[in-house]
């Protein structure tokens, strides 16, 4: 029954948490609100605020856990792909903490992650299931043969999802992080506008083209009428919503057609979107499908969903050493 202690530092979030044979015992996540008036996060912030945030946010996780330091049999941690400034925080403090324990790593791919954050929870899905995983940088369609393999079958070719939703809300003005925001807005509008929906093929995604449709819409909109946005703002923000969210559930309802699996589930930042958790749902109850949509906590970066992963690989015996360095890219 391992006990261990998770760390997350990706990109602007901090965060710790404590599983214990599979289950969650605390998570724990500190924000960064320094990038709010940049409109996008800094890097060099990112990484300073984590080495800031770091030892405090451990130190809460084990404190919600009730779980002494000397109690934690490994440590896991994010490996990549991130901001690299971000992952050398939460690597170093891994190294250093298993060193001081002489305790196991786990080096833990933070992509693989949120495909299976949904053991943190019930219901879990049963082997094979296929997930949709959208977030700022990511957007790719799994197929989830076990914990630890994992089959791209779609990808984006571009943007990502989430990079879609932001750029087009901080066009409109809206504040950073701008995905939240328009989801909030789309709720009181109607889609009545019409923005390219690019389709590379196969079950591939592009959402470049979607965002060049919202810049010059809006450029033809203005010229017009100086007020059209501050006017139209929730119809706008419904139709860029619905937009993104109608291509998502294109290819995603494509591919298990295609494979022919009917576990169906979500993952991501992305997938707190209330409209795209709806659709999902919707369509699950029309094609028989079992979905699954974690609690808004294991969609966003959480180390919850790295001490989930790296419970899978202990069982394993996968480990790795002092060696390990992160990757941005990985």
């Not at 109607?190 to 196969?202: E, H, K, M, S």
Request: include cysteine; glycine fraction near 8%.
């Amino acid at each position: 029954m391992p006990t261990i202690l998770a760390i997350e530092s990706s990109c602007d979030d901090t965060s710790a948490a404590v599983v214990r044979d599979g289950v969650v015992l605390s998570n724990v996540t500190a924000a960064q609100a320094v990038h709010v008036e940049y409109g996008g996060v800094v890097p060099e912030f990112a990484s300073r605020a984590h080495q800031r945030n770091i030892v405090p946010t451990v130190d809460v996780a084990l404190r919600r856990a009730a779980v002494a330091a000397r109690e934690v049999d490994a440590v896991a941690f994010t490996r990549g792909p991130g901001l690299i400034g971000s992952l050398m925080v939460g690597v170093s403090f891994a190294k250093a903490f298993a060193l001081a324990r002489n305790i196991p790593l786990i080096e833990v791919d933070h992509m693989q992650a949120h495909v299976l954050a949904h053991f943190a929870e019930d219901p879990k899905p049963e082997f094979p299931y296929l997930c949709l995983t959208v977030s700022g940088g990511h957007t790719q369609l799994v197929v989830v043969h076990a914990p630890l393999e994992q089959e791209i079958i779609g990808r984006t070719i571009d943007d990502a999802a989430g990079e879609a939703f932001d750029k087009s809300g901080k066009l409109l003005g809206l504040p950073y992080p701008a995905g939240p925001e328009l989801d909030r807005l789309a709720r009181l509008g109607t889609p009545v506008l019409r923005f390219a929906q690019p389709d590379p093929g196969d079950l591939n995604f592009s959402f470049s083209g979607l965002k060049t449709s919202v810049l010059y819409t809006l450029q033809k909109e203005n010229k017009r009428d100086p007020a059209y946005v501050s006017q139209h703002l929730n119809d706008i923000c419904a139709s860029i919503q619905d937009a993104i969210v109608t291509t998502l559930m294109q290819k995603l309802i494509a591919a298990a057609e295609q494979t022919g699996l009917s576990r169906i589930a979500l993952a991501g930042g992305v997938s707190a979107n209330s409209e795209l958790r709806r659709r999902l749902v919707s369509e699950g109850q029309a094609r028989g499908w079992n979905t699954y949509v974690p609690r808004i906590e294991y969609c966003t970066d959480n180390a919850a969903m790295i001490g989930i992963t790296a419970t899978f690989k202990y069982d394993l015996g996968v480990f790795t050493d002092q060696s390990v360095a992160p990757s941005a890219r990985l």
